[in-house]
């Protein structure tokens, strides 16, 4: 994404120069101009939050500002979207769906923290969806649930008692 790109979906955006500006960090509830954008020498744009938000999860709030759920993803006869049946499984094999205020999604099964972009995770689901459906999700239905589920999902601070995976992350 450009600058320009990344900055259309921000809020308070002060421009600081060229290839340079701060705004509004969409990954916690700030309310200043945490987000420090900055164009690279390569054109990349990189996104540091001086609050501790991680670029990837600034970069999933983006784009999930900038994906619709109603995209062209397959169908079942009920007329469902992959994305949404992934969530209605994840919902079913999980007791929680949840979210960090820094935008790291998780999901708690048996009482373990897994973070949903894992390998581990999505791998899970790949094959219990396989199992339920006869056909495989599509990477694109997965990451989509991971975004819908960092919008819709409860948002709380990590316990120090549980435990968290995130191996194959």
């Keep these: 994404m450009t600058l320009e790109n990344i900055i259309g979906k921000l ?3 002060k421009q600081r120069g060229e290839g340079y500006a701060h705004a509004k960090c969409p990954a916690h ?3 200043g101009e945490s987000l420090t954008l900055t164009v690279l020498t390569n054109g990349e744009v990189s996104l540091m939050c001086l609050n501790g938000c991680t670029e990837e999860s600034i970069r999933g709030v983006i784009e999930a500002k900038s994906v619709p759920d109603n995209g062209d993803e397959a169908q079942t006869a009920n007329g469902k979207q992959q994305s949404t049946r992934i969530i209605e499984l994840a919902l079913s094999i999980t007791s929680d769906l949840w979210h960090t205020p820094e935008g790291d999604a998780y999901a708690t099964m048996e009482s373990e923290s897994l973070l949903l972009t894992s390998r581990e995770f999505q791998q899970s689901l790949e094959y219990q969806f396989y199992q339920r459906e006869k056909t495989p999700a599509t990477s694109k239905a997965i990451n989509r649930s991971v975004r819908r589920a960092l919008r819709q999902g409860a948002n709380r601070r990590r316990a ?4 968290y995976t995130t191996r194959g992350a």
């Design 160 to 163: 120090a008692r549980d435990t």
């Design 11 to 13: 809020e308070n955006v």
């Design 29 to 31: 509830n700030d309310d």
